[in-house]
């Protein structure tokens, strides 16, 4: 019944070394965000895609990078893993524009050796 | 630039113990509030959207109202098993990026429901 999953749950990296995210949904939902939560911190919204249009957030390190190649599916690559990337990464999805819940997925652990 | 302030960071409750949870916010214009419950490890789950002051929602032992500055969560007879972080989050009537989808979240109070 997950309707946005996201894989792995846990992913361990080496500093520097290129590491990618997934994120799949079954609402067919036209937004998808990813989010970054550190420990007892609120989530920050790294970037959003509404259907095929990206949007950045102004303070979201050039690092990471997103791919969304169909409504279903989206990435989060991050090019130089560094020790304060460690977090935990939401992918979430909303219907549509503003007023409408977003749903998350589990989340997956990235720690960063 | 919008603010969601929570209080208490923690809150511990005795099984039975009604309580309620804050959250004030700042932002240009609302279009929606929303309340998650995260439990620990796991993505948050929706569990209210509020829009206009005076609105009021239920769910099972949870009440969520709002004002034009601040909402409650309110807690009746707590159990265990409600035991969890509680975050909320404000959507601006339009954000500076692509049209107002952003979510800002307080950093939430973090619930503990004793026996």
């Known amino acids: 019944d997950a309707m946005v999953i996201q894989n792995p749950r846990y992913q361990v990296t080496q500093f520097g070394k290129p590491v990618t995210l997934s994120c799949s949904q079954t609402?067919?939902?036209?937004?998808m965000y990813w989010y970054q939560q550190k420990s007892s911190q609120a989530p920050k919204l790294l970037f959003h895609y509404y259907d095929k249009d990206f949007n950045n957030e102004a303070d979201t390190p050039d690092n990471f990078q997103s791919r969304r190649p169909n409504t279903s599916f989206c990435f989060l690559d991050i090019r130089s893993p560094g020790l304060g990337d460690a977090a935990m990464y939401l992918c979430?999805?909303?219907?549509?524009?503003?007023?409408?819940?977003?749903?998350f997925g589990q989340g997956t652990r990235l720690t960063v050796v | 630039e919008d603010q969601v302030t929570q209080s208490p960071e923690a809150l511990r409750l005795q099984e039975g113990e009604s309580s309620s949870l804050n959250c004030s916010y700042t932002?240009?214009?609302?279009?929606?509030l929303f309340w998650y419950r995260q439990d620990p490890g796991k993505g948050p789950e929706f569990l209210f959207t509020l829009y206009s002051a005076g609105e009021e929602k239920e769910k099972e032992r949870l009440k969520a109202t709002l004002t034009k500055k601040e909402s409650f969560l309110h807690i009746t007879a707590p159990k265990p098993e409600d035991s969890a972080t509680y975050l909320c989050?404000?959507?601006?009537?339009?954000?500076?990026?692509?049209?107002?989808?952003?979510?800002?979240f307080g950093t939430g109070t973090q619930l503990k429901v004793e026996l």
């Open positions: 979430a999805t909303s219907r549509d524009r503003g007023g409408t819940e977003a749903f």
């Open positions: 932002v240009s214009g609302l279009r929606g």
């Open positions: 609402l067919n939902h036209n937004v």
């Open positions: 989050a404000v959507q601006a009537t339009f954000g500076l990026t692509g049209g107002g989808n952003k979510l800002t």
